[in-house]
């Protein structure tokens, strides 16, 4: 089953701050975050692993919450270079991935 | 994006036509995956392989084949292809492990009429 992701989109100027949530209503081994800029392929910024510690990515970091089933992304001073849709995906199983719908991230100068 | 080909990057197939999408990692992966993305919406694991000789059904696997042809290579088959198959498809190729690694390829861009 997909995760679910929060919000659908947000709108920010240069520096300012955003969150993305993600939610699964499975017991999760793992998640992980995406950068997907228009026409390219996803690429891979992040992995959190169940009893691991918030992870970092430049200005952009994540954490997870195991007991809750949900992780979050955290975009600081945001970056023109920044903008793009974000996804999380989900590992409940060995192996086998679930991609949240996205979110779709707007920086404007 | 390093180390993951695809080919082709564009084709367009009549409905009930058969093609084959290549994939190929040089980075020694033992995972890899396919996954259709749809107009707005995220990605669909279709089939994944763990390791060399073994293939798993994703979410979306009706319509789809699989081969593990080696540790480089996993190839995706479309028997008759359905104007619903019209997508964008990725190959991904995953180390787990303490030094974990994922990369995409480009993508081909499938359309079906």
């Known amino acids: 089953q997909q995760p679910v992701q929060s919000p659908q989109a947000v709108i920010l100027r240069e520096g300012e701050d955003a969150v993305i949530n993600c939610s699964s209503s499975k017991a999760l081994y793992s998640v992980h975050w995406y950068r997907q800029k228009h026409g390219e392929a996803p690429v891979f910024l992040m992995i959190l692993l169940k009893g691991g510690e918030q992870k970092g990515h430049d200005k952009i970091s994540a954490s997870f919450n195991e007991k809750k089933q949900q992780s979050s992304l955290y975009l600081t001073a945001s970056q023109l270079s920044y903008s793009g849709t974000y996804f999380c995906?989900?590992?409940?199983?060995?192996?086998?991935?679930?991609f949240g719908a996205g979110t779709t991230v707007t920086v404007r100068a | 994006n390093a180390g993951v080909t695809q080919t082709p990057k564009f084709q367009v197939l009549k409905t009930g036509q058969s093609m084959t999408l290549q994939c190929a990692q040089d980075m020694n992966h033992n995972s890899m995956y396919w996954y259709r993305q749809d107009p707005g919406m995220g990605l669909r694991l279709i089939y994944y392989?763990?390791?060399?000789?073994?293939?798993d059904k994703g979410e979306v696997p009706n319509g789809y084949n699989v081969s593990r042809l080696n540790k480089r290579e996993f190839s995706l088959r479309l028997e008759s292809a359905a104007p619903s198959q019209t997508s964008v498809y990725f190959c991904a190729s995953i180390l787990f492990g303490s030094s974990y690694e994922q990369y995409f390829g480009p993508g081909t861009r499938l359309t079906v009429t």
């Open positions: 995906g989900t590992e409940s199983d060995d192996y086998k991935l679930s």
């Open positions: 392989s763990a390791s060399e000789g073994t293939t």
